[in-house]
């Protein structure tokens, strides 16, 4: 376990020199060497984002390198997690339906795309509205899908409002008692979620599938 430490280690550095063919080839490196790909998103991947953002407040990043490590990001998704990720969930069961989408003003999409991954490998079906998401377009995919979920993603103290708008929108078109709800992202904590009336925070991806099926009552 030591040397995937060290692996994690220099993945973070490469990372955040945006050395996208060595953090690519690390990041297989830690799979071959048997880590999953969640480990490498949380013990690598999220962590040199985190230090990205710290930069950014430090005013030693610019927005074109916050860019550059999204780009960075989803080239490793993309290209190496999540066919692993795909290959192993191979579910054939059908769990139920979740809207997912990060909220109105917000255009934040690496998280809430993993969110989705994951649970589509897990047997969920997931419709993805996407980023910038208005509360009467969540409620317009609960109507047309019949979703058991809505799953809300917000990265911004700014955006994170919009969930309570959301939630509030699905009270009023009458199917607040009939979805599930369930919040995450940067900004969003245990707390927040509890007073804005959802029913489940996820703290990272795995803990998001893990609480929607808990919420559907699904047995592991
Ligand atoms: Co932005 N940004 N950004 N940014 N950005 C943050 C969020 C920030 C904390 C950086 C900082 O200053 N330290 C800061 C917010 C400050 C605040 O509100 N308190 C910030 C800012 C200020 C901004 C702009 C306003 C900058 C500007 O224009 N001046 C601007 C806003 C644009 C907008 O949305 N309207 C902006 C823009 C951008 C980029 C476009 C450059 C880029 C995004 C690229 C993209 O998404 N395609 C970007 C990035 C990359 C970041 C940071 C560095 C990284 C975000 C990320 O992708 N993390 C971020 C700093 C940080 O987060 N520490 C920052 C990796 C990802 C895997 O983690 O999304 O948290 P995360 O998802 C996790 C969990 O949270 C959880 O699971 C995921 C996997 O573990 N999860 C859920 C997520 N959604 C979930 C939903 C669930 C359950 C779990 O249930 C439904």
Redesign the pocket.
């Known amino acids: 376990m030591k040397e995937l430490e060290e692996l994690y280690g220099r993945l973070k550095e490469e990372f955040l020199k945006f050395n996208f063919e060595e953090v690519k080839k690390l990041a297989r490196e830690a799979l071959s060497r048997g880590a999953s790909p969640n480990d490498v998103?949380?013990r690598a991947?999220?962590p040199a984002?985190?230090e990205?953002?710290?930069r950014?407040?430090k005013g030693e990043f610019f927005?074109a390198e916050?860019?550059v490590?999204?780009d960075l990001?989803?080239e490793v998704m993309d290209e190496v997690l999540l066919p692993e990720i795909k290959k192993r969930g191979e579910a054939s069961r059908k769990l139920g339906t979740v809207v997912?989408g990060t909220v109105r003003?917000?255009?934040?999409?690496?998280?809430?795309s993993?969110?989705a991954t994951m649970l589509r490998a897990a047997g969920f079906e997931v419709i993805d509205l996407g980023v910038d998401v208005p509360p009467e377009k969540f409620v317009e995919a609960v109507k047309k899908y019949n979703a058991d979920i809505v799953?809300?993603?917000a990265?911004?103290?700014?955006?994170m409002l919009e969930m309570k708008n959301v939630i509030e929108a699905l009270k009023q078109a009458g199917l607040r008692d009939r979805v599930k709800v369930?919040?995450?992202?940067?900004?969003v904590t245990e707390e927040f979620a509890k007073e804005i009336g959802a029913d489940g925070y996820?703290?990272?991806?795995v803990?998001?599938v893990k609480i929607c099926k808990e919420l559907l009552g699904v047995e592991e």
Do not use: N, Q, Y
Not at 182 to 187: C, M, P, Q
Not at 202 to 205: L, N
């Open positions: 998103i949380e991947l999220r984002m985190e990205a953002g710290r950014f407040e927005l916050l860019v490590a999204g990001f989803k997912i003003g917000d255009l934040h999409d690496i998280g809430k993993i969110v799953a809300m993603s990265l911004l103290t700014t955006t369930i919040v995450g992202g940067a900004a996820g703290e990272d991806a803990k998001a």
